[in-house]
């Protein structure tokens, strides 16, 4: 069975920085894009980054230049770097694997969340 597991969220201060990771299993996503979405209590499931089987990146305007995105096909994983966080990132960061368009529907699998608060 395909899964996907989050780690790495918690509690930061504004300004501060964060590195989630995600690990997969069950099938190797090397040649497949895998990203990351965020909900917000209330809001709609947003994305956040993408990176493809060969390694090209995009992030949503809203973290651009402090997000950064990366994959470890080795270990079958990806890593979503955060800088700079500030209150409006607080979310749950949800990880997505095997999608052709970057679009919550198109997501094949979804990791359970990991949820980042930011707060002083």
């Known amino acids: 069975q395909v899964r996907l597991v989050e780690s790495g969220g918690g509690l930061v201060q504004p300004g501060g920085s964060l590195k989630l990771s995600c690990a997969a299993s069950g099938r190797t996503f090397s040649s497949d894009s895998m990203g990351w979405f965020r909900q917000a209590p209330g809001k709609e499931r947003e994305l956040v980054g993408v990176i493809s089987g060969i390694g090209s990146t995009y992030y949503t305007d809203s973290v651009q230049g402090r997000f950064t995105i990366s994959r470890d096909n080795v270990k079958n994983t990806v890593y979503l770097q955060m800088n700079n966080l500030n209150a409006e990132d607080t979310a749950v960061y949800y990880c997505?694997?095997?999608?052709?368009?970057?679009?919550?529907?198109?997501?094949?699998?979804w990791g359970q969340g990991t949820r980042v608060t930011v707060s002083s």
């Open positions: 997505a694997a095997d999608f052709t368009v970057a679009t919550v529907a198109a997501v094949r699998y």
